[in-house]
Nanobody, 128 residues
């Protein structure tokens, strides 16, 4: 079983950048597709980005396309979320999650994806 630990959150001004990291324990990290989610205060959790086992395939929700980049380093058991041009609407707790099945470069909220692990979350606050 993989365990996940996010870091890199913080307070940043609008237009700024942050890079989130999600470190995984265990030897099977490269067998997991990885997703980033976020949850703003009082709102439902929202999918942000996904990356395949190898890192060759990625997918983003429309609101972050062109601003966020998901990547992974399997040698370091880490997945990253580079966030640029941040705006106050990006304020949320960000979570990483691991799933074994990669069905393609898309995310369908109507599908019950089977996640093996979730991180504890890291707070991102963007001031205007």
């Amino acid at each position: 079983q993989v365990q996940l630990n996010e870091s890199g959150g913080g307070l940043v001004q609008a237009g700024g950048s942050l890079r989130l990291s999600c470190a995984a324990s265990g030897r099977t990290f490269s067998r997991y597709a990885m997703d980033w989610f976020r949850q703003a205060h009082g709102k439902e959790r929202e999918f942000v980005a996904a990356i395949s086992w190898t890192g060759y395939s990625t997918y983003y929700t429309d609101s972050v396309k062109g601003r966020f980049t998901i990547s992974r380093d399997n040698a370091k058991n880490t997945v990253y979320l580079q966030m640029n041009s941040l705006n106050p609407e990006d304020t949320a707790v960000y979570y990483c999650a691991a799933r074994r099945v990669w069905s393609g470069s898309y995310y369908d909220p109507s599908i019950q994806y089977d996640y093996d692990a979730w991180g504890q979350g890291t707070q991102v606050t963007v001031s205007s």
